[in-house]
């Protein structure tokens, strides 16, 4: 059985009524609270000025008027294809079609060979690449590891070229700065024949953690993000709250609060070039309150995913989510 968009999204947490709230919540938030911001990012300041945004440079704070939300969240596309290099595992992201890929940001991996923990290489990256390749239940291949063993100024270029030697399945992935974005698009371009083929069938696309929650945006992320926009290559807006620590301790207050970060962040995308490919990327997460770690493996994290595809469902974008998460592993 071929599970490659098979429908999802049957599990609904939230009444239409619910959304509704968490939905005019978030435009509260943007409209009142509104966000801060890292220095360098004069130019994003401006734009959105321009556009209508009420930024206060003193204060380091952005207002988002919700007339000014309304008319760019319609701009995004409803429909993002995530293609493939060879065309047969093309990911059409409409409606409730579900579509499963690896993930992470591993720096360390069980050897097979020894059955003890050492640092992921760029080999290791290579190779898991060629397996799923081969698995057909796995329909993109977003980077699981991180290559330790090569310097940080060639990392980008070169972690995107083994996931593409080992896989034509669509390769998801960040990357550290602007420099490395243009090699990876260089590099994608060549592969795909030229940048305009590439542009009509991106078989790439970024990761932007743009938002640093709660509600500020980060400098590197958001130029990464847009420069990504400017050549029309899909983007997951990544944001990753954490309920007790950087958001609410409420599943309704933090679900309120990923939405809001989202919004901003598909007004940045449509400003900067309207009709951007984009992915709503809320990724909630849990605060331990013992020890203030990440928990992604509880259950209201598996409820909250649920509930975040309703709401990229509501606004029309469709939704990069996670799965499978857990907090057990060996100790030491």
């Known amino acids: 059985m071929d599970l490659k968009g098979l429908p999802g999204g049957q599990y609904k ?15 509260a938030i943007l409209e009142k609270t509104g966000f801060t911001y890292e220095s360098g990012l004069d130019d994003t300041l401006a734009m959105l000025e321009a556009a209508g945004a009420q930024v206060d440079r003193s204060a380091a704070r952005i207002r988002f008027p919700r007339p000014v939300v309304l008319e760019h969240i319609r701009k995004a596309p409803r429909k993002v294809v995530l293609y493939s290099r060879s065309g047969k595992d093309d990911l ?57 063993d090569i310097p940080e100024a060639a990392y980008d270029v070169n972690m ?28 994608a371009s060549t592969v795909a024949g030229g940048r305009e083929k590439l542009i009509e069938k991106p078989f790439i696309s970024i990761i932007t953690s743009f938002a640093i929650s709660p509600l500020k945006l980060c400098t590197a992320s958001t130029r990464i993000m847009q420069e990504a926009n400017r050549h029309r290559i899909p983007v997951a807006l990544s944001c990753a709250p954490m309920a007790g620590s950087t958001a609410p301790i409420t599943m309704a207050a933090n679900l ?45 994290c598996g409820m909250m995913n649920a509930a975040i595809h309703q709401m990229a469902r509501h606004i029309g974008v469709p939704n990069y989510n996670s799965s499978a998460l857990t907090d057990s592993g060996k100790k030491g």
Request: aromatic share 6%.
């Open 92 to 148: 059409d992201l409409t409606e409730d079609r579900v579509h499963l890929g690896t993930g992470g940001a591993a720096i360390r991996v069980i050897d097979l060979e020894t059955g003890e923990y050492r640092p992921t290489t760029l080999k290791d990256l290579y190779l898991l690449a060629r397996l799923v390749d081969k698995l057909d239940h796995i329909h993109f291949f977003l980077r699981p590891c991180i290559p330790t």
């Open 256 to 300: 309120a609060q990923i939405h809001a970060e989202q919004l901003a962040g598909i007004v940045i995308c449509q400003l900067t070039q309207p009709g951007a490919p984009l992915l709503y990327g809320g990724i909630p997460g849990r605060a331990n309150l013992n020890t203030m770690g990440y928990l992604g493996g509880a259950v209201e």
């Open 160 to 187: 995107f070229f083994a996931c593409m030697k080992g896989t034509g399945k669509h390769v998801m992935s960040g990357v550290n700065n602007i420099e490395g974005f243009h090699k990876v698009l260089d590099l």
């Open 13 to 27: 947490p939230l009444s239409g009524k619910d959304i509704q709230t968490v939905h005019e919540a978030a435009l």
